[in-house]
């Protein structure tokens, strides 16, 4: 390699670091911005999450015995007793369900208490 070319060549990396100095320091002089705490987790369970038009054809969904249709509906003998899991038939069945938090323990809890009776452990 010539001499013109490594000097050529050490005039850039010169140049670039000459450059990339006052960018790092810049930059480190930055404040962090935080995080704004008022954004929700959308890993949290949301008690209030419907997933309109997601329909289970299950027994969480609308034709199930947790439904409009069954036992906790208006013609159910369960009427107006707490429904196990709450609105979650007609907004997405079972997903909606697990989605707001519920898993088998509090299910069964749900259907122990809308029986009138107080959950094992309580």
Request: with cysteine; charged share 5%.
């Amino acid at each position: 390699m010539s001499l013109r070319k490594r000097a050529s060549a050490a005039s850039a990396v010169i140049a670039a670091l000459a450059i990339a100095a006052p960018l790092a320091s810049a930059n480190a002089a930055i404040p962090s911005i935080p995080a704004p705490s008022s954004l929700p987790n959308p890993l949290a369970p949301n008690p209030n999450l419907c997933l309109q038009g997601v329909v289970d054809p299950g027994p969480f969904g609308p034709l199930g015995p947790y439904g409009p249709s069954g036992p906790y509906g208006v013609n159910g003998p369960l009427h107006g007793q707490q429904n196990p899991i709450g609105n979650a038939a007609t907004c997405g069945g079972l997903l909606t369900y697990i989605l707001r938090g519920g898993n088998l323990t509090s299910f069964v809890n749900g259907n122990v208490a809308s029986l009138g009776a107080a959950p094992a452990g309580q």
